[in-house]
Each structure stands twice: as structure tokens, then as C-alpha cells.
């Protein structure tokens, strides 16, 4: 049994992470923003486990800290900790302002920051722990009309791989989770709080009938575990996900063009 954090836990891939940890016999903090959503997502958990709700906001360093030290005092250990919470922000890049900027930057890669800044120092004592950043193949690949976010994404796969190997020899995994398109309501919440730029709510629309068709955030959360298990560096998932990675690869060049088509795609429906 482990005792495992979770940000962002309320809904999406973080409220199915969270079920498929308590599942299996983990005791989990369900962490979010939305205190009755949080407890909401705890009480049903509850049914069939250990869940307990946390109401914290990621950009609050302080708060993130102390809910983590809280949480290795009360159970005597901290195995894993997802660093999950995120927001996504969207639009051409002469649409966007500083404030989409720096709100991205706030809570998808200074969130994650506050998270590995708490935890980690807490796994070095204990000698043993897993890390997870929510990352997204956006992290990997060329995703345009939505720079904030596949700015954020491609830092906390940056930030997880170097820590990856410092972490190593003191018995500390860190692992990225890159999921394609899932369906969750990450976009239906896009740009929050800002003013939602009109490519950007073409882009979201598209996007929303795609995911839909595709991929479920209960099939992430199977392959999360199972990254975990296998200590996967990059957790990459679906298929279709580990196709465009590869891709890339291959051919930086290559995915921008197809990127470059999409976007003409995009402009001749709306």
C-alpha cells in the first residue's frame, strides 16, 4: 500500500488516477483548487478505500509544502506524489497576452516546481518515492495555437528528465506522464478566467471532437500505473500518442509541416 498525493485530483486525469490508486489499496490525497470538488472526489473514493480532500491552490508554494509535510507527519512516509494540476490555454500567438502567459506559467510549470520543491527533499529522506509531472505529448511534439501551454509542457519534461538523474542514485524515481488528447474537461475549461481568444475557441472545438472519439482519462490512468511499475521515464499514452513522438524523432521537420496542415485545416472549417 501506498500513500499517494494528487493535484488537480477533483476531475479528469487526476480524479482517475486517484481511482485507480485507491483501487488497488493506496491511501490518496485527492489535492485540488476546488475544495468541494475535492471532497466530493474523496467521499466517493471512500467507498471502496483510503481517500482523504485537501483544498490547495499549486501556485501557493507555501501551501503546496505544507500539505506535503503534513501529509509525510500524519503517515509516516510519502511513496507518490502527481504533480498534476494544470489548465490549458489556447490561441494564435499575436492573439495571445502576457496575462495567458504568465497564468500558464503559474500553475502548469511553477505548480509543478512548488510540487517537486516540497516532495522531493522528503523522498531523499525517506531514500524511496515517485515523482510524477502531468506533462502532455503537447510537451513533446509541435503544438501550435496553444504556445503557453506547449511551453509548460516541454519545461516539466525538461525539469522531470534532469531530475530523473540526479534522483537516481539516492533511490528516487521521477517520471513525465505525456498523454495525447484525453477526454476530460480541461478544455472545456481553456483559458480560464481570460479572455478566450477567437482561434483559440476554434482550435478548443476541434480538438473537443476529437477527444472525444479517442481516449479515456480511466485508460490513461491504467497506463500510468503500469509506467509506474516498469519506471518508465516518459509515460506516453495512447498509441497514437507514441506514434507522433516517434515521428518527431525522425523528423523534426517533418511534424511541423504536418502541424503547419492541421492549422490549414483548422482555418478552411471556421
Known amino acids: 500500500m501506498s500513500i499517494a498525493i494528487v493535484t488537480g ?6 480524479r482517475a488516477i486517484a481511482t485507480a490508486l485507491v483501487l488497488r489499496g493506496d491511501t490518496v490525497i485527492v489535492a485540488d483548487r476546488d475544495k468541494e470538488g475535492a471532497e466530493h472526489a474523496a467521499g466517493r473514493l471512500s467507498e471502496h478505500g483510503t481517500a482523504e480532500a485537501a483544498e490547495l491552490d499549486v501556485t501557493d508554494a507555501d501551501a503546496v509544502a505544507a500539505l506535503y509535510r503534513d501529509v509525510r507527519e500524519r503517515h509516516g512516509r510519502l511513496d507518490l506524489v502527481f ?12 492573439e495571445l497576452t502576457l496575462d495567458h502567459w504568465n497564468r500558464t506559467l503559474d500553475v502548469n510549470l511553477r505548480g509543478v516546481i512548488h510540487g517537486v520543491h516540497a516532495a522531493y527533499p522528503i523522498l531523499l ?4 518515492g515517485h515523482i510524477l509531472n502531468t506533462a502532455s505529448l503537447a510537451g513533446l511534439v509541435p503544438a501550435p495555437m496553444m504556445l503557453p501551454y506547449t511551453t509548460t509542457k516541454h519545461a516539466v519534461v ?30 472545456d475549461n481553456a483559458n480560464p478566467d481570460l479572455p478566450e481568444t477567437e482561434t483559440g475557441k476554434n482550435a478548443r472545438e476541434s480538438a473537443l471532437r476529437v477527444q472525444r472519439k479517442l481516449y479515456t482519462p480511466e485508460a490513461l490512468a491504467r497506463d500510468v500505473l503500469r509506467g509506474i511499475a516498469k519506471n518508465q521515464a516518459l509515460i506516453v499514452a495512447p498509441a497514437s500518442a507514441r506514434a507522433a513522438w ?9 511534424a511541423v509541416r504536418v502541424a503547419a496542415r492541421g492549422l490549414d485545416r483548422l482555418r478552411v472549417r471556421h
Not at 485530483?9 to 487526476?14: E, F, K, L, N, Q
Not at 516517434?246 to 517533418?254: I, N
Open 83 to 94: 504533480n498534476n494540476a494544470g489548465i490549458a490555454v489556447g490561441g494564435a500567438a499575436e
Open 125 to 128: 529522506e525517506q531514500g524511496h
Open 158 to 187: 525538461g525539469l522531470s528528465l534532469a531530475l530523473r538523474a540526479e534522483a537516481a542514485e539516492h533511490g528516487v524515481r521521477v517520471s513525465a506522464i505525456c498523454p495525447g488528447f484525453v477526454d476530460t474537461p480541461l478544455l
Open 246 to 254: 516517434r515521428g518527431v524523432r525522425l523528423s523534426p521537420e517533418g
Open 9 to 14: 485530483g477533483a476531475s479528469g486525469i487526476g
